[in-house]
């Protein structure tokens, strides 16, 4: 989880790659009406995100029932986070990817091919409400390398 350009996919990879589970990209959920707001540079509405985190939800229900897998989501609310919780309320483990805001700014300039402007990371910024101290996860600080995030990122076994 984290706002744009905070390296969720990078990092999800590699913990999928090493965890040896499906990847999915939560971008791939979002119906064509919020991919068109976003690359207009429109903050996404609480309403426009339902369809798509119950739709990411889904997914991680069925993975939870078939072995497990490794999603993307910027899953910036509580409520949000809760609604993707309750889809296997034991298996769902966050990995809160934070930054300065240069830092994700630079990276979402730099990046090609993708939908969402930097001018969105402003209001990515002001919804996130960091993981609460009862929800299972970490926060990591972007400045490690991707490969350091994945390592840090799972839970002592």
């Given at each position: 989880m984290g706002v744009s350009g905070s390296g969720k996919t990078t990092v999800a990879a590699l913990l999928a790659a090493r965890l040896g589970v499906p990847l999915a990209e939560a971008?791939?959920?979002?119906?064509?009406?919020n991919i068109a707001k976003m690359t207009a540079g429109i903050p996404l509405t609480d309403e426009d995100r339902c369809p798509w985190l119950a739709a990411?939800?889904?997914w991680i229900a069925e993975r939870a029932r078939t072995g497990g897998g490794v999603v993307t989501c910027s899953a910036l609310k509580r409520p949000y986070r809760d609604l993707l919780r309750r889809a296997a309320p034991d298996d769902v483990w966050f990995v809160h990817l934070h930054g300065d805001k240069s830092v994700l700014a630079d990276r979402i300039t730099r990046?090609?091919?993708?939908?969402m402007p930097a001018s969105l990371l402003d209001s990515q910024l002001a919804d996130l409400e960091p993981l609460g101290p009862d929800e299972p996860g970490v926060?990591?600080?972007?400045?490690h390398t991707p490969e350091e995030l994945a390592a840090a990122a799972l839970p002592a076994r």
């Open positions: 971008d791939e959920f979002h119906p064509p009406a990411i939800a889904d990046r090609s091919g993708h939908f926060r990591l600080d972007i400045t």
